[in-house]
């Protein structure tokens, strides 16, 4: 289980890495969940961190094939040593086919890219609000399409996290249905550190994290001392098929 840090400048990059982060994800927080990072920026950004160590970039939210093909096509990324992933998200776009369309286009725009980045098809636990497909509808759209992976996350970011709108065996099921399908599977959405453990019961390939990684919160700066308690969070890895099957078992099951 891998720990990624959403780092807004090139400047918060040693300090994540520091703390323990294993992916390092290029997001603008001012610009919303998904907010993308200017090229400069993002130029800074990759150039922190080592060739052997993943990152994700932060593409937003996508409604047409042209807004794709742009955003990877304009994407400032040389090819490296660690895997690049880009995750994109529909806010306002509530087409599950139209969405499995985008995905397509951007899994093949990505394979002519320099990098060969894979793509994360983000879904939102509040799908509604968003105006978007359902996360289960996002995960059925990213296996069609062959995406590399998933990512659940919160639209809103107006302090309810995750757990505010899913319980431990809807994210399971979610996450269950994503992983038997092959998908890299990725949760984050408001999480504080006392979540890092529910979280990692149910065996995520990897958890998100900006606000809790941060000294005054999502917009504030990315801090070696909140990263490394995240880090600590995580149970070893032998502990997590023991913790991972509670989540799934029944509320009646459990009470009968």
């Keep these: 289980m891998r720990l990624l840090v959403s780092v807004r400048s090139g400047d918060e990059v040693p300090a994540a890495l520091a703390g323990g982060a294993d992916i390092i994800d290029a997001k603008e927080p001012k610009r919303g969940s998904l907010g993308a990072v200017s090229p400069s920026v993002l130029s800074e950004i990759v150039a922190a961190v080592p060739g052997s160590c993943p990152v994700s970039i932060a593409l937003g939210d996508v409604a047409t094939a042209l807004q794709v093909e742009e955003s990877i096509a304009a994407l400032q990324l040389k090819p490296r040593e660690g895997p690049a992933y880009l995750k994109l998200g529909f806010a306002a776009l509530a087409s599950s086919e139209a969405i499995t369309q985008l995905l397509r286009v951007a899994v093949m725009t990505a394979s002519r890219h320099a990098s060969t980045p894979g793509i994360i098809a983000v879904a939102y636990a509040d799908a509604a609000q968003a105006g978007t497909a359902t996360a289960e509808a996002i995960v059925e759209a990213a296996i069609k399409s062959k995406c590399a992976g998933v990512l659940l996350d919160t639209h809103q970011k107006n302090g309810r996290g995750l757990f505010s709108l899913i ?90």
């Design 167 to 256: 319980g431990d065996i809807g994210l399971a099921g979610w996450l269950n249905c994503a992983r038997s399908a092959g998908l890299l599977t990725a949760v984050a959405g408001s999480l504080e550190a006392s979540d890092i453990p529910r979280v990692s019961a149910l065996n995520p390939d990897v958890i998100g994290a900006r606000g809790a990684a941060c000294e005054g919160g999502r917009d504030g700066v990315v801090s070696r001392e909140r990263v490394a308690a995240l880090r600590r969070k995580i149970p070893p890895a032998s502990d997590f098929l023991q913790v991972s099957v509670q989540p799934m078992i029944p509320e009646t099951s459990r009470n009968a």
